[in-house]
């Protein structure tokens, strides 16, 4: 995965850092246009998989939209050169701030998940004299295969408006005069790898779309949100997610109407193979049963493994030792849930080694904390 030249760079870099490969991200991007313009769809990259600001110029750069969940997102994609015009608003919770942010800043649309919501976002709206665009998230109580806390699609779930409880949302709107809709919204849960689950929304979508052309309304967008997943397993194989099939199920299943145009917020399979949390090893400790390789790298810099057992795949990347031993590969935070790797085989590690902890660009940096009142880990780039 490194070269000899990137290794020894690292080398005189204070760790841990996360390392961005940016001629893979914007490899990763030329596809992603390439897969989604031939259908006419517009890809929007969810700013919360990876918010630093080399990677989102990079990003903007390309056309693609941005889809932000807080205030401070639809700013900072605005810095970054994303078009006002093409950033999506989403969230349960959005405060007021959040929302006038939106408004005073003129984004393409609010993807709305409450009737509550709506009265006051179309509230605010009045207040400024302005009619704001909207999308009603709807939930199509469909299981995306995922793990439990990033499925987002099923009723139980906090996210989105059930079906049950349309008819009154468009009671609602007709009485809301500030507001507009123009599209309907659907997300239902990230690191999909199971391709089905995709062809299932469609078809979802597709009985939705018939109600609400029962009920007489013709909306322009489609939003199918993001999800798709990656290869945490065995990244150097699965550089690319498989951008061309999944946009393909898109096009062959979704039925549209004359004039609608669909839309995607990517940001996993965008951003996570770029980023590696290259970490160094402080010590090796003798347990019971194991070794514990402890590292400079811990939760707080990577809470993935921490909060939902998530696999990414740890390298030593500068022993020059054939032998193997057997490692729980843990950091230095005070929590015992604070492992990246159990039982893993790995040539005799030594303290000084670097430890790459792969697949970290997605959900890494963003979900970063300070707790322990650790330094957050910095950012290098690939030249
Ligand atoms: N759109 C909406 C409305 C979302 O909630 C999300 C992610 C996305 C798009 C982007 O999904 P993606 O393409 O990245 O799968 N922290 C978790 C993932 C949380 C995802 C939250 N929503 C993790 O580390 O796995």
């Not at 070794?291 to 057992?309: C, E, K, Q, S, V």
């Not at 005799?348 to 790459?356: C, F, M, P, S």
Request: aromatic fraction near 10%; proline fraction near 2%.
């Amino acid at each position: 995965m490194f070269t000899n030249e990137e290794i020894s760079k690292f080398q005189h870099i204070p760790t841990p850092f996360y390392y961005y490969d940016l001629a893979l991200l914007k490899k990763t991007l030329d596809i992603v246009i390439k897969e989604s313009v031939q259908f006419n769809f517009k890809v929007h990259y969810a700013l919360k998989a990876n918010a630093n600001t080399e990677m989102l110029k990079i990003i903007s750069a390309y056309g693609i939209g941005a889809d932000c969940v807080s205030g401070n997102e639809i700013i900072k994609a605005i810095e970054c050169g994303f078009v006002k015009h093409d950033i999506v608003f989403a969230g349960v919770g959005k405060s007021d701030k959040e929302i006038n942010t939106g408004i005073d800043q003129g984004i393409f649309c609010f993807n709305c998940e409450s009737m509550a919501e709506l009265e006051i976002i179309n509230e605010q709206a009045a207040v400024k004299n302005k009619i704001v665009d909207i999308a009603l998230r709807i939930n199509p109580n469909i299981n995306a295969k995922t793990h439990h806390y990033i499925t987002t699609g099923l009723e139980e779930n906090k996210f989105g408006i059930n079906v049950w409880e349309l008819e009154d949302v468009l009671m609602l709107l007709k009485s809301l005069k500030n507001i507009n809709l123009i599209g309907l919204h659907f997300h239902i849960g990230s690191q999909i790898t199971d391709m089905s689950v995709f062809k299932g929304l469609c078809i979802r979508i597709n009985e939705i779309q018939q109600w609400f052309s029962e009920h007489k309304i013709l909306v322009q967008h489609i939003n199918v949100g993001g999800g798709l997943g990656v290869n945490y397993e065995q990244p150097d194989n699965n550089l690319l997610a498989d951008f061309e099939t999944y946009f393909r199920i898109f096009n062959d299943f979704l039925e549209l109407f004359p004039g609608q145009k669909v839309h995607f917020e990517l940001g996993r399979s965008i951003i996570a193979q770029s980023g590696t949390l290259i970490s160094r090893v402080l010590y090796i400790k003798k347990g019971i049963t194991t070794n514990f390789a402890i590292i400079d790298a811990g939760m707080t810099d990577l809470i993935r493994p921490a909060l939902y057992h998530a696999f990414h795949k740890v390298e030593n990347i500068t022993t020059d030792s054939s032998e193997v031993r057997r490692y729980d590969v843990v950091g230095p935070i005070c929590e015992s849930s604070d492992c990246f790797a159990k039982a893993l085989n790995l040539p005799i590690t030594k303290r000084g080694d670097l430890i790459a902890i792969r697949t970290t660009g997605a959900y890494g940096e963003t979900m970063a904390s300070q707790y322990n009142l650790k330094d957050l880990a910095k950012a290098v780039y690939s030249l």
